[in-house]
């Protein structure tokens, strides 16, 4: 499907050569000696010339304002003007002024040289994998050959719109979505190689391939969600592993300091229990292993018995 860039209640077709059938300057001459021409009559008529003396100033100014009026042509700056005489190629006119000869020469096309903007989109497009998608782009061109962009092909804008198109689906067909999703710039590239290739014989060049947006399946997407969720979810689990293992190994490094030096445990673990009684209603858990080691039980009672002491006074 082509996309209509034009107003979505009425659509607008740009006509170039209606356009410049007339030019404005021609149309000024053209009137300009028409009034002339009136004059010319008016004041011969006064003075009791004869009617073959006006018609002989007349005509030949009501055909000079013609001529002009049909062989004036202007073209803008941006524009190429392809001029066929007797239906042959005669030559390419403009920007500016130029004349042409009325009847004989005829200007078929009016090409426009600046950057042209064309969006293009492949729906329901199965990739490498079989997976529905819907690709938008857009395509930056330009006509670097006036000649071979009006004698080439026929409407050189449809043209490039259906290649694009085509070149598009040929893109994701040989991809797989993955590649499609986090490959935007290989897939420009690719898109602007093929459309330029197929468009250069008419004149025309491909400055750049953008794709905008890529639209999957709503049950895909969500599957793809749980997919990466489920993905993050692992990661954190071997994250947490790592940081246990680094913690072990850190404590397993610090009890080498305690296996000579019964002295510097009783201290840590005394200093331990003191940090965990000291909060007001706290529970301590302690191996048994350590209560009998480390005389535990004792110096449990002797805090208890400080802290009663304390309150009281």
Known sequence: MIPNIASPTKAVKYDPIALHQVSPIGLFIFILIMILAVIAAVVLDSSHASDALIFAVNIPLMLLAFYILFALKMANQWEKAVVLRLGKFQTLSGPGMFWIIPIVDSVTSWIDHRVMVTPF????????????????????????????????????????????????REIIGQMALADILIGRHKMDADLQKIIDERTTPWGVTVQSVEIRDVVIPKDLEDAMSRQAQAERERQARVILGESERQIAASFSEASKAYIDNPTALHLRAMNMLFEGLKQKGALVIVPSSAVDTMNLGGLSGLVSLSQNLVKKD
């Open 121 to 168: 989109n492949a729906e329901k497009t199965l990739t490498k994998d079989t997976v529905p998608v819907d690709v938008d782009a857009v395509l930056f061109w330009m006509v670097w050959d006036a000649q071979k962009a009006a004698l080439e092909v026929e409407n050189y804008r449809s043209a490039i719109t259906w290649a694009a198109q085509t070149a598009l």
